[in-house]
Nanobody, 118 residues
Framework: QVQLVESGGGSVQAGGSLRLSCAAS??????????MGWYRQAPGKQRELVAA???????NYADSVKGRFAISRDNAKNTVYLQMNSLKPEDTAVYYC??????????WGQGTQVTVSS
C-alpha cells in the first residue's frame, strides 16, 4: 500500500559526501505519510536508526552522525533526503528508508549500499 523507492547510494572516499533520496507513493489516498527516516545495517550488526523526521519537521539523529548528516523532507512530494557529509569508513552500510503512516503502517525501502573507503 506504500512503496518506497530509494536512490543515491554509491562508493565514496572518506571525507566525501553523498545524498540519499526516498520517494513514497501510496496506493490508497487514505494513507498519510507521517514520520520518515533512514536506518542502516552494516555486515554482522543490527539495523540502527540514522536519522528521522516528523511530518512537522522535527528531527532526530544518531550520536554518531550528528553534525555530519542532515535529514530533510518535501511533504508535497512525500520524499525524504539524507545529506551525508564528512563520510567515514564506519558509515559503510546498507541504508534503508522507513515511513510510518496514518492509519498505522510501517514500511521499508529495498535498501541502498553506501561504501566509504579510507
Amino acid at each position: 500500500q506504500v512503496q518506497l523507492v530509494e536512490s543515491g547510494g554509491g562508493s565514496v572516499q572518506a571525507g566525501g559526501s553523498l545524498r540519499l533520496s526516498c520517494a513514497a507513493s501510496t496506493s490508497r489516498s487514505i494513507f498519510r505519510i507521517n514520520d520518515m527516516g533512514w536506518y542502516r545495517q552494516a555486515p554482522g550488526k543490527q539495523r540502527e536508526l540514522v536519522a528521522a523526521i516528523s511530518s512537522a519537521g522535527i528531527t532526530n539523529y544518531a550520536d554518531s552522525v550528528k553534525g555530519r548528516f542532515a535529514i530533510s523532507r518535501d511533504n508535497a512530494k512525500n520524499t525524504v533526503y539524507l545529506q551525508m557529509n564528512s563520510l567515514k569508513p564506519e558509515d559503510t552500510a546498507v541504508y534503508y528508508c522507513n515511513a510510518r503512516t496514518i492509519p498505522w503502517g510501517d514500511y521499508w525501502g529495498q535498501g541502498t549500499q553506501v561504501t566509504v573507503s579510507s
